[in-house]
């Protein structure tokens, strides 16, 4: 199932049978006849439509989201970070059914890969009220590259996919939700607020499951967690820090502020 979505192209087409498949998941759970977890071999890159062409960071063009222009290019980024994230959910399924793992590790990544195509389609949906679509403009090529450098290490993927990665997520969106708010772009609010809401949980989900991992291997989370951002993440975090949010996602302070720009703690 997982790998069908990887393989699957089209944007909603691959979200659509996300959604599918955890239904049957959830639906084959509550029944008590749970479906069984094998082992896959997964592309290294999920499958992409020809658009949106994909451009080095610093070659994606930067637009004011001050401008209708510029909210569709912040609209159009989510999605495709929305995209990403449908994959990368799968992906992880996928990629370690070879480590024992209890069934509620599939649960938890079924469930943020249905919420994330969710999220893609919510954003779609406002894309397209606004005359756009997922694909008109450029996006970002190295999103996929945190898959790749984690392709056989789960711990890792753990910490710099949802530990780091979705956790920024939770540091800007509240100041995407207040340039829609401010736009009176009612629709668009309320889809980036149902993302904010959801994205908590897929955080918690890495946080829990890489503390399970040093649990079952007696090592000291932190220290693992900080070894392996430096280790597989391309930079420095960058504050603000949403402490909040991140708090409640089960991410303390001391996890990510030695690993902030500037910062002296190690």
Excluded: Q
């Excluded at 008590?32 to 071999?41: E, K, M, N, Q």
């Excluded at 020809?50 to 610093?58: G, N, T």
């Excluded at 949980?201 to 392996?228: I, Q, T």
């Amino acid at each position: 199932m997982a790998t069908e979505v990887l393989t699957t192209a089209d944007g909603r087409e691959k979200t659509a049978l996300s959604r599918r498949h955890a239904a049957a998941w959830f639906a084959a759970r509550a029944a008590g006849d749970p479906l069984p977890v094998g082992t896959a071999t997964p592309p290294l890159r999920p499958a992409r439509p020809e658009k949106p062409a994909l451009l080095s960071p610093r070659d994606v063009p930067r637009r004011r989201p001050g401008t209708p222009e510029g909210r569709i290019a912040l609209l159009h980024a989510v999605a495709h970070i929305e995209l990403n994230a449908v994959d990368l959910h799968w992906d992880v399924i996928a990629r370690f059914g070879h480590v024992p793992m209890p069934m509620g590790f599939y649960d938890d990544w079924v469930k943020a890969a249905d919420e994330e195509s969710k999220h893609f389609n919510l954003v779609c949906d406002c894309l397209e009220r606004m005359g756009s679509h997922y694909g008109a403009l450029p996006a970002h090529a190295g999103m996929w590259r945190a898959a790749e450098d984690t392709a056989e290490d789960l711990m890792g993927r753990l910490a710099v996919v949802p530990m780091v990665l979705e956790a920024r997520g939770l540091d800007v969106t509240p100041g995407m939700i207040e340039i829609f708010r401010k736009a009176g772009d009612d629709r668009a609010v309320a889809a980036l607020e149902v993302i904010y809401g959801e994205e908590v949980g897929h955080v918690a989900y890495g946080s829990k499951w890489f503390h399970f991992l040093c649990g079952r291997h007696e090592k000291d989370p932190k220290e693992v967690f900080h070894a392996l951002v430096r280790k597989y993440f391309h930079g420095a975090l960058k504050p603000p820090f949403n402490e909040e949010k991140r708090a409640e996602a089960g991410l303390p302070p001391d996890f990510y502020w030695p690993l902030a720009e500037g910062s002296n703690i190690r």
